[in-house]
């Protein structure tokens, strides 16, 4: 609810005794794919946090996704 009221500054609004969030909230934009019709506007598709960190596990461990 609060991304939908207040977009990506929605971290912002949380209230100050809130201690759930885990990491730090840096959303970047993922683009969808190009207009087929040929103009200049792309539209973005959604927002991903880049500070969260993806796992692999692999060789008996985790390991970051770069």
């Known amino acids: ?3 939908n009221k207040y977009g990506r500054r929605w971290t912002e609004h ?3 005794d ?3 969030l885990t ?3 840096r ?5 969808g794919p190009p ?4 103009t ?3 539209i973005i598709d959604r927002y991903e946090n ?3 960190k993806v796992l692999q596990y692999r060789d008996f461990g985790f390991h970051d996704i770069k």
């Open 50 to 52: 880049s500070a969260v």
């Open 23 to 25: 990491s730090d909230y």
């Open 35 to 38: 207009p087929a019709n040929g």
């Open 40 to 42: 200049d506007e792309i």
């Open 18 to 20: 809130f201690d759930g």
């Open 14 to 16: 949380l209230p100050n």
């Open 1 to 3: 609810p609060l991304a």
């Open 27 to 31: 959303l970047i934009p993922v683009y």
